[in-house]
């Protein structure tokens, strides 16, 4: 297991007592999926059911309602509130179980409910969210029965119009478990550790400061039971983080707030944020509000005051200067993995082959429709192109250059499911960064509120201590958990349809998309 | 250390009901009456100041009031009686080309003066038409260009109007003639006459002190000068008079005050340049060119002329070509216009100035990259006012809004704002695309990325010919 594996090298590099001081031991987190329901009282469902007066109490809906919408509780006379959210709607018609048509009273009417009008937007629709939230309930991707169409968005580009060509038969018979999703991070034979993740993605930075502990440790959680990576964002290395050393990034961003020797030595992959796709040129912002005293103490600053990270790296204005960078962070800790996180400006190509050339292991690239937790609309909408192309255009050039398989193309940047991830893949990256998924999975309804006064209302993104303690660790990590259940499920499901018996051989499978804005003639039919 | 150009800004709160997107729906029948009530834990506590507004009640649209959206009473409810909606009030604000989003941050900005910031990643579709069908761009590590941004105080946002030649003449060692006079205006963009139908009395008086407190200049119709009021000496330098091709020329006293003065196209454009020269020799005069049919081969053949120092080129309030069974974008005109000059090797002599369709911050950065030196603003200005273009006003009728009695403080201060948000955003995006000057912005289309091209250099590679267009 990789796990003891690293404690043992970081020994033997004899470390400095002052970091040897700091490791503690690491938790394992078993992949265990079971049901984590939602959080609120009244879950928003797509469906809701209406009862009338014309109800006389005889119980018949609950008794024909599989899913057990209806609830009467014994020693009660009245119903209680329906759980709406397990309701398939009008899937249930011929089911021969659909409480509207058994009701004797005809006192039942179905409606899809008028809240999806609010709910969700262009990229992350109503059914998507609701789709999450099923996922990150039960750990396996919703049953079609629900009719949600939660394989892309309603952006009409991109993700949201590209769709895969399966073969009407699989042309390999494969079992689920024949299928690899795992992922080499470390591809340049450098004498490095060859770090390999269970699925091919992993979670996105997040700050002590921009999301809650809670949050973070979740994330944390769901990194170690698959195998896998969350990262520290840039607001320091959290003491709760320590346990989970081992599968944590920690970040060095241009305020390099909370960096130190210490936490570039304890972990195995450290990033360079160059630059966030949300925000790309600007540096980073975490609004004054959300500077409370623990969130000041660990970036060593001063509570209620703005932080700014600046862009870019003042020391960093070439090639050569990120190759500098790159060595002191590989001389501070030889073990480690190095990812250069990048956004997707229109020479992405260069930065790309540059990072590889400056000794990177990851090139992540972070595309312009990515997530914040806040930046300016203005900047979010227009500055840089979306992850799309990116993809495209640096798979390409990387292996003109001769070199796409020396290092690991990671890209984020708007992935919101299974099929983005697939899709992303098969354009030409390795794996992926996912992060506002995750947050979804916690019971973010993406109102866009995280900058605001105290944070997030929904307390994922706030460190207010009343607001985060809207839900507690173990509820937090087996939605996460589950949710990343359900899409490596899904994404199984997408190679064996494919007859793939590794993700690393959708990579650049181009020929297996078609685009519905486009004739998908000529060389595709070959 | 020079001085920095500074907008002094104040909050300036609206004088109506707020209209938010969403609001919840209460049905109240039923409710346990719990004593846990989620509104009261409301995080931005919207239900206690709603209730508070209500007592004072002035609009029943107050109804509908600033909900964040956050679900959070509609799902911890006891009962489960609340329920959020869109709020239709919302839905029908502006029309196709202004949407109820721009409506809103054109709202937020006029009363904050600061950049519209928000959470969570973008929300809207992949691309659109319009301004939507470009990114800009930003400069990263290997771009062997980038200026460096070491501080956004050190981005400049000043522009030139006027000639500029590409060649200085000397004889004997001493410049020949005079160099044609240049307006330095701070920032690019100067304030148009509001579209017809939408000309208040009451709001060039305002723009006058607008144009005076932000450093820029204001367009005013001569035919509406008398409703400037007295007193203008001091603010001359900020005013332009608009003549028609064929009204009197302004009294000379007046025109010697002025910095810059517009006139329509038209017949004798040459003779009308030399007549309002001689009276004042450092005004710089613009030809209002409408960009219809003609647009595209008029304004190259002003351009070439030695006397026009400036085109302001104006297509509808939607940015649409004019007169035009399929409009063209001004963008695409634009584009298309700037790149003709500069074949021709003439663009950096005459100034373009372009109005149509600049909504928001974003696309003021995006027409200077599509070749424009600055734009020209009114609707915006106008919305800044709490308009919400129902478009009352254009059949004579009441303003909805009320902005025929707006007091001058609040007027000048929402529209103060609104420039000052402006202002910011486009250095934000500057500083990420690498850029110190604005002027260096112009027609910088390496620092945009189009659609069409990179949907082609894309998924046209791959995907084969493009469906409908």
Known sequence: MANSLVQEEMAEQDLPQSTLETLVPQVEVRRVIKPAPPRYRNEIAKYIIRRSDACKLCGKCAEVCPQGVHVLKGGYKYFAAPRQNVCIGPACKDSGHYCVDLCPNGALKMVENPMMKVLGDHRWTSDLILATWKMAETGAPPSPEYGYQYECGNSGGGFDRLRFRFPAVPPVDLSPDEIDTSLELNRRGDGRPQIKIDVPWYGGGMSFGSVSNVTQLSKAQAAVAFNTFTCTGEGGYMERLRPYDEHTITQVATGLFGVREETIQRVRIVEFKYAQGAKPGLGGHLLADKVTPAVAKMRETVTGISLFSPFPFHSVYSIEDHKKHMDWIKHINRHALVSAKVSTPADVDMVAVGSYSAGAHIVHMDGGYGGTGAAPDIAKKNIAMPIEYAIVKVHDFLTREGVRDKITLIVSGGLRSAHDIAKAIALGADGVVVGTGELVALGCVRCARCESGRGCPRGIATTDPDLQGQFNVEWGSQRVINLYNAWRIELVDILRRLGMRSVSELRGRTDLLMHLDYGNDAEQAQ | ?469
């Open chain 2, 1 to 469: 250390m020079p001085d920095k150009y500074h907008i002094k800004t104040r909050p300036v709160p609206p004088r109506r009901p707020r209209i938010g997107r969403c609001g919840v729906v209460d049905w109240r029948e039923d409710c346990a009456g719990c004593h846990n009530c989620v509104k009261r834990a409301c995080v931005f506590d919207r239900y206690r100041e709603e209730a508070a507004y209500i007592r004072d009640l002035r609009e029943m649209d107050a109804l509908f009031f600033q909900c964040m959206g956050c679900f959070s009473c509609v799902q911890q409810c006891t009962k489960g009686l609340l329920s959020l909606a869109l709020n239709p009030v919302y839905e029908r604000l502006g029309n196709g080309y202004w949407t109820p989003q721009m409506i809103e941050t054109t709202w937020t900005q006029a009363e904050t003066a600061r950049i519209p910031v928000s959470g969570a990643g973008y929300r809207g579709p992949f691309s659109g038409p319009g301004f939507d069908s470009m990114w800009t761009d930003m400069s990263e590590i290997v771009r062997p260009t980038r200026d460096g941004i070491h501080g956004r105080e050190y981005i400049s946002t000043a522009v030139d109007i006027g000639r500029k030649p590409s060649l200085l003449q000397f004889e004997s060692n001493k410049l020949e003639g005079r160099l044609p006079p240049l307006v330095d205006i701070p920032i690019p963009m100067v304030i148009d006459m509001m579209p017809q139908g939408y000309r208040l009395p009451n709001l060039p008086p305002i723009f006058k002190v607008v144009a005076a407190q932000t450093g820029t200049i204001a367009i005013v119709d001569f035919n509406d000068w008398d409703l400037l009021g007295n007193d203008l000496e001091q603010y001359l330098p900020g005013l332009a008079a608009y003549i028609g091709p064929s009204a009197a020329l302004p009294a000379a006293a007046l025109l010697r005050k002025m910095r810059l003065v517009e006139i329509g196209d038209g017949a004798g454009l040459e003779q009308r340049i030399a007549e309002l020269k001689a009276i004042n020799p450092a005004i710089v005069v613009a030809v209002r060119i409408d960009l219809d049919a003609h647009g595209f081969e008029r304004s190259i053949e002003l351009a070439g002329k030695p006397y026009i120092e400036a085109l302001h080129l104006v297509a509808d309030i939607n940015g649409n070509e004019l007169n035009a069974g399929s409009p063209r974008f001004v963008k695409d005109m634009l584009r298309q216009i700037h790149t003709s000059l500069v074949q021709r090797g003439i663009r950096n002599e005459v100034t373009l100035i372009v109005s149509g369709g600049v909504a928001l911050a974003e696309h003021m950065a995006k027409q200077i990259i599509c070749g424009a030196d600055l734009v020209s603003v009114n609707l915006p200005l106008l919305i800044a006012l709490e308009c919400t273009l129902c478009r009352q006003c254009n059949d004579g009728k009441a303003c909805r809004a009320g902005i025929g009695e707006i007091d001058t403080d609040y007027g000048v201060g929402r529209m103060t704002n609104l420039i000052a948000a402006w202002h910011d955003q486009l250095i934000e995006v500057m500083g990420a695309m690498g850029i110190r000057d604005v002027r260096r912005l112009r027609g910088e289309a390496g620092r945009a990325l189009f659609f069409e091209e990179i949907e082609e250099a894309t998924f046209g590679k791959l995907f084969g010919a493009r469906r409908n267009g």
